[in-house]
């Protein structure tokens, strides 16, 4: 069963080479950014909080509203890049923080920012932060976060707690976005705004448990104890020598003795050993890896080439995977620097290094923040982890973790993976063309993160679809922030390919995307090199720890205006590209050919008896009349229904299917609006009355409240009837998820029937409850006043099983269906529910 929101840390194999060749490349007269820069001085940086300090208050920003320099890296040719964290009183305001460019005077050239400030800025201490002095000590959260997750578990990096003020935010509708239904909303349709804050603390653990790193995230009320938010924080994934994937390529070593070691002092200084280095974690266990030395050698030709056999790591058959390393990171190097001007993962060359052959048999690869380095694996399921795609996408964790920083879940969560499958396919071309040139070739990776690491020959992901994975979306959507970060990637990693290579016309081809309706179907792409220079000075000039998808749209096109001209056809490329992926409108790339074609009148909601007649209609203008229609039933085509109107015979069958149309226009190619979708209601006369609102979850979330992100039609589930259902569970970490609904039982019926449909399915093995789903009967305070069962990962079963309870005892009360679910930090529990009713006679 594939996870809902599987621990995918990044797996791969490897290959590399060596040579004593140092690589050479002539920089780009037009590099994106400076050479290494040097931090601030006490007194530069209090003189940059003094400017930002005044320009907020110049706006009427409250007083005790302050900045707090958290990093300062490179810029373009003169300027710094000072990232700032928005502080309270002396606290850090949680994902609240602005980037800053200098110029070489020390003045704001510009300011990036997202604001979570909210009611803080205008001067109103928020009652739910209170005296704002803690409850709890740091030792005190450290411990509740540990027993949480791991509380076997040993610390690999010293645990913190960080004192801060936590925003908790929701997702609101724009007021244009009201009347539309979930499963039509664009990512220009809503947005985040502060729901309350918290004082609570930022726990961050680095953890060893069960042969494996066990690193978390976890904010802390500093009030109560209560866990408010969690998530996963480990990143995954000149001598001759001979590379598993490509043959003999150059590496670059140093002499040691008589000898020779793998350790490259040309590129990067300081760090663990004073230049780029491979070293020999010599099985070393996963859950606490000792990177161990530098590689060594008598000659200067290293490796095998072959996959390796489980033997000596320092023979020519171990050595191979340190080869794949090495080259690996001397092309991360070089690509970064030679084409961006990019000088090793912060911008300021500190070296860093990678240890090979952790662990037995270990099918992973990951970066770790802690020591600013990289672990590969062996690998079992997967040949040995050293791809060059594999170690370009776990370099460029460093980079992110250098720069915006993205926090490691939701949407940012995804965006910080899509920037290293990004990383990882830029570098690959780079290093199949030579590794050297001052641009990123226009071709040379193959747009799949993985493959050659992969037994099976499936590569873990398909950038230019996502979606062939099983679990990752090809677009945005509301749910997307629920998905674990090596899923949510997925619509990022499209835009950014059709961003480079384009897309295709073709409704059945890989390349097509339904939101691209403008003019021409199939849009154009800016090849590799501009496409990774815009998303990298946007990664590292404009994006915040916490930029969405909408905000990365923003900060993208804008990167783009600022570098090729606001009309240019590398604004628009952008433009298109994010509307592909349903993040803002399509836009022509020649102008405009015509009027556009719009929804004028959208099919309504009905509610009929059986046997009744029920019909949709809708109207459009604009365009190239005349139209054409296409009816879609639960976004299913329906045969023959291509008028204005459509009618049908409804059956009890029918109740809760979703109807829209689709209209095109005779234009060349022609142009196309889809309507809002309207929902059909057929209740049987005498049957009684439902009193559960959109029970079969067709509608989206409406009706329910708690853990909605659970609403969906997702790979590795099906639903009971319909498309949609709520999974719950399914992580395989630990979590916890409610789904509710109020509900009002009249008091002059004479039964009231509680069904659903529940299955589910587990990959724990052990006759243990591990996990559990309990269906509670709650009051309006949330009181429990009947427990109407519990199941858990022992009652696994093939298929939907239906569950039945009888609440007439309620019946005069307004009472709560309460679904809650209970995962541990093991194997993941799945229980999916679909087809909630409670009928009232």
């Known amino acids: 069963m594939i996870l809902r929101t599987r621990l995918l840390t990044v797996t791969t194999a490897v290959a590399a080479a060596t040579s004593l060749l140092a690589a050479t490349a002539t920089l780009a007269a037009d590099q994106l950014m400076a050479p290494p820069v040097n931090t601030l001085t006490p007194q530069d940086s209090s003189g940059l909080v003094a400017k930002l300090t005044a320009m907020e208050a110049a706006r009427g920003v409250a007083p005790e509203l302050s900045f707090r320099v958290s990093s300062v890296h490179p810029g373009a040719a003169g300027q710094k890049i000072v990232r700032t964290r928005h502080t309270y009183k002396g606290l850090p305001v949680f994902g609240s923080e602005s980037v800053v460019v200098t110029d070489a005077a020390g003045n704001i050239v510009s300011v990036s920012t997202a604001d979570r400030r909210g009611q803080l800025a205008a001067g109103l201490a928020p009652t739910s932060i209170g005296d704002m002095v803690p409850t709890l000590s740091a030792a005190d959260a450290i411990a509740v976060a540990a027993k949480s997750v791991a509380p076997r578990a040993s610390n690999r990096w010293p645990p913190s707690a960080e004192l801060t003020i936590y925003p908790v935010m929701k997702t609101v509708r724009m007021p244009s976005a009201a009347g539309k239904a979930e499963a039509d909303l664009n990512a220009l349709d809503v947005e985040e705004v502060v729901d309350r804050y918290e004082l609570a603390y930022y726990v961050k653990l680095r953890l060893a448990e069960d042969g494996k790193p066990v690193y978390f995230d976890t904010i802390v009320n500093a009030k109560t104890g209560a866990i408010i938010a969690q998530w996963q924080a480990l990143k995954t994934v000149v001598g001759t020598g001979n590379s598993q994937y490509n043959g003999q390529v150059p590496i670059q070593t140093s002499q040691t003795g008589s000898g020779y070691q793998m350790l490259d002092s040309t590129r990067g200084t300081g760090g663990k050993f004073g230049g780029m280095a491979i070293t020999n974690a010599n099985h070393s266990p996963a859950n606490n890896p000792d990177p161990g030395a530098i590689y060594v050698n008598g000659t200067n030709v290293w490796g095998d080439g072959q996959n390796y056999n489980g033997g000596s790591t320092t023979n020519a058959n171990g050595q191979t995977a340190a080869v794949n390393a090495l080259w690996g990171l001397m092309n991360t190097y070089d690509g970064l620097k030679n084409t961006l001007g990019w000088h090793s993962l912060d911008g300021n060359n500190t070296a860093t290094y990678i240890a090979a052959h952790v662990d037995t048999a270990y099918d992973n690869a990951f970066y770790d923040d802690s020591c600013k380095c990289m672990y590969i694996g062996d690998g079992s399921s997967f040949y040995s982890l050293g791809s060059i795609d594999v170690i370009g996408h776990e370099m460029s964790h460093g980079v992110t973790a250098s720069t915006a920083d993205l926090v490691y879940s939701g949407e940012s969560g995804g965006l910080n993976e899509s920037n290293s499958d990004i990383g990882g396919e830029m570098i690959e071309a780079y290093a199949r063309n030579g590794g050297s040139g001052a641009v990123i070739p226009a071709a040379g990776n193959d747009w799949m993160m993985g493959k050659e690491i992969s037994k099976s020959g499936q590569p873990l992901r398909w950038m230019y679809k996502p979606s062939k994975d099983g679990s990752s979306p090809d677009a945005w959507s509301s749910t997307l922030k629920y998905l674990d970060v090596h899923y949510s990637s997925g619509p990022n990693n499209r835009m950014y390919y059709f961003l480079s290579q384009g897309s295709n016309a073709n409704p059945s081809s890989d390349y097509y995307s339904k939101y691209l309706v403008k003019s021409p179907a199939a849009m154009t792409g800016i090849g590799n090199d501009k496409a990774y220079r815009i998303w990298f000075k946007s990664l590292t000039t404009k994006f915040t720890s916490t930029t969405n998808y909408a905000d990365a749209r923003s900060k993208v096109l804008a990167s783009a205006q600022e570098l090729y001209g606001a009309g240019s056809k590398e604004a628009i490329a952008v433009q298109r590209a994010y509307a592909a992926i349903n993040v803002g409108a399509d836009v022509d790339e020649s102008g405009s050919t015509g009027g556009d074609l719009t929804i004028t009148s959208q099919p309504a909601s009905v509610t009929v008896a059986p046997g009744a007649t029920a019909s949709f209609s809708v109207g459009a203008s604009g365009g190239t009349p005349p139209y054409s229609y296409k009816w879609m039933r639960n976004d299913a085509p329906i045969a023959g229904a291509t008028s204005a109107t459509y009618?049908?015979?409804?059956?009890?069958?029918?109740?809760?299917?979703?109807?829209?149309?689709?209209?095109?226009?005779?234009?060349?190619?022609?142009?196309?609006?889809?309507?809002?979708?309207?929902?059909?209601?057929?209740?049987?006369?005498?049957?009684?009355?439902?009193?559960?609102?959109?029970?079969?979850?067709?509608?989206?979330?409406?009706?329910?409240?708690?853990?909605?992100?659970?609403?969906?039609s997702f790979s590795g589930q099906q639903a009971y009837e319909g498309t949609r259902y709520a999974w719950m569970g399914g992580n395989g970490f630990y979590a916890i998820e409610t789904l509710t609904q109020s509900v009002t039982i009249p008091s002059n019926v004479t039964s009231a029937m509680l069904t659903f449909a529940l299955h589910i399915d587990t990959d724990e093995t052990a006759r243990k409850i591990y996990d559990r789903l309990t269906v509670t009967v709650r009051s309006g305070s949330g009181a429990v006043l009947r427990t109407l069962a519990t199941w858990s990962n022992l009652d696994a079963a093939d298929g939907y099983q239906i569950r039945s309870f009888d609440l007439s005892a309620f019946k005069g009360r307004t009472v709560t269906l309460s679904f809650a679910m209970r995962e541990d930090s093991g194997k993941q529990t799945s229980f999916v529910l679909d087809k909630v009713s409670l009928l009232a006679k």
């Open 647 to 712: 009618s049908l015979t409804a059956q009890l069958s029918d109740n809760g299917t979703m109807f829209n149309a689709v209209v095109s226009d005779a234009s060349s190619p022609p142009k196309s609006a889809t309507s809002s979708k309207a929902t059909l209601t057929v209740t049987a006369g005498g049957g009684g009355n439902e009193l559960v609102t959109n029970g079969g979850f067709e509608n989206g979330t409406t009706g329910w409240h708690g853990s909605t992100g659970d609403i969906g």
